[in-house]
């Protein structure tokens, strides 16, 4: 998604001064190049490398969390708002937090320019364009192309990259980096990361899923099912990462709708029998796998949607660059892949989207899109049901928002953990960081945390291993 196109948005009425300002910032060259994507590469030594002064004790990602970010939160800039940890969004009773009062925040103003200009800077810095079949990138230096079987007829395409010692691959946890709704591996964001955690000594492996990037080059007729197939895809890639010769275990980060994916695959790799959030429809469709343990290293999910069907809601209503900038972008997004897919009656209705590629994949039974919004659902939506989906979650998982979020805002996840009693699940807000945005933001707090998180010696899987923390 990108918002390069904004330049003034939602002036209040009768406001001499604020219009002023907006048309001077769009005036100057230099906003527009503010606004397109860029690069934010953190050179090794720069990356703070968090080590108890003691051995470390048995805690649990949570109290991880805490400790971790008190030795971090030093690189976040100095005028930020206190940040919001798992516990501190929960009052006494139970009962979520008002998060944006916290952080001195009006919700309404998020997409605003004026209101919310880092925020909406921020977000475009880090959002991709769509992918250009005619101009694929070559993978970047040290991966190389590699392609995942994921069912009997299908493979995906990623790029991994093993960490050296010398000339001698290591043996190391392999990070699999998503990128987000219709992503690929041209995104900068991507390759930032990636580069950064291979220089740390993980391997790691850039996935493009089925129906993005070049896995659907290859594969054009492989619809995408936004989070159902694919969710049980990425257990097959742990599966064929840990058959590596130098794999230990994998570990999963995603960002804005793979952020949603990533959660999901935490809860699909440890998942009932019989969970309410699969129907019997839906069950049939999905193979069953072997019983094994997956992305031990722990999850990590970037700025969540984690009320998408609210989002899906809003799109339903053409919108503009002038007063909603961040779902004019999405509407975009939505076209671009209409196209590309040679779709009927090209429009900016998500919604309209699913339903087409549902009805083009193998579930495309009556009545899977209403069975496979509840298999994604995190949050209740018009009386709908919805699941613990993370209170078994075994491994640990940690998401990461920012208050001045324009898509996803900062409350979901308030009224997200209110539900949650699983030690393993731990979730930070910070005052900024847009959506997506962390690097912009706080370059060296985001990418030590990263790395701290996946650390084998005392990152989050290490501390919650040796403490035997079970799910409530």
Not at 95 to 122: I, K, M, S
Request: a neutral charge; hydrophobic letters at 40%.
């Amino acid at each position: 998604m990108e918002i390069q196109k904004v330049v003034i948005v939602r002036i209040a009425a009768n406001s001499r001064a604020r219009l002023g300002l907006m048309l001077i910032l769009a005036s100057l060259p230099s906003t527009a190049a503010c606004f397109s994507e860029q690069s934010f590469s953190i050179r090794p030594a720069d990356i703070v490398h968090f080590a108890p002064a003691t051995a470390p004790s048995p805690i649990s990602t949570r109290q991880w969390l805490a400790r971790t970010h008190e030795a971090l939160r030093h690189l976040l800039p100095a005028g930020d708002t206190k940040a919001l940890l798992t516990d501190d969004l929960t009052d006494a009773r139970g009962r979520p937090v008002d998060v944006f009062a916290h952080f001195h925040r009006n919700p309404d103003r998020l997409q605003t320019l004026f209101f919310n200009y880092w925020g909406l800077e921020g977000s475009a810095q880090c959002s991709g364009r769509s992918f250009s079949p005619e101009h694929p990138s070559p993978p970047w230096p040290g991966f190389e192309e590699v392609r995942i079987r994921v069912s009997d007829d299908v493979e995906t395409i990623g790029w991994l990259g093993l960490a050296t010692d010398g000339d001698t691959v290591r043996d190391a946890d392999c990070i699999v980096i998503l990128s987000g709704l219709f992503g690929h591996n041209d995104i900068k964001r991507s390759k930032d990361l990636a580069l950064t955690l291979r220089a740390a000594g993980f391997h790691v492996l850039a996935y493009e899923n089925r129906g993005y990037g070049r896995s659907d080059l290859a594969r054009p007729d492989v619809p995408y099912t936004f989070g159902t197939i694919t969710t049980r895809d990425l257990m097959l890639v742990s599966d064929w990462l840990e058959r590596l010769p130098h794999v230990r275990r994998t570990g999963l980060v995603g960002f804005c709708w793979s952020a949603n994916q990533a959660l999901l695959a935490a809860w699909y790799e440890n998942l009932p029998e019989d969970d309410p959030s699969i129907s019997e429809r839906l069950a049939k469709n999905l193979a069953p796998l072997p019983p094994r343990r997956r992305f031990r290293a722990g999850v990590m999910a970037f700025s969540p949607t984690l009320a998408f069907e609210e989002i899906i809601e809003k799109l339903n209503t053409p919108r503009s660059y002038l007063q909603d900038p961040i779902f004019a972008a999405m509407q975009d997004t939505i076209r671009d892949r209409m196209r590309a897919k040679h779709y009927p009656n090209v429009s900016g209705n998500l919604d309209k989207l699913i339903h087409i590629e549902f009805a083009h994949s193998k579930l495309g039974y009556p009545g899977v899109v209403p069975d496979a919004l509840h298999f994604m659902r995190f949050l209740p939506y018009r009386g709908r049901p919805t699941d613990n989906k993370l209170g078994a979650v075994r491994i640990p998982v940690l998401i990461v928002h920012a208050s001045n979020d324009p898509l996803g805002t900062a409350q979901e996840v308030a009224d997200f953990l209110a539900g949650i009693h699983n030690p393993n699940v731990a979730a930070l807000i910070l005052d900024r960081g847009g959506h997506v945005a962390f690097a912009p933001h706080a370059k060296r707090y985001y990418f030590s945390l990263i790395v701290n998180f996946f650390d084998p010696r005392v990152g989050a899987a290490a501390a919650t291993a040796s403490a035997m923390i079970s799910p409530q």
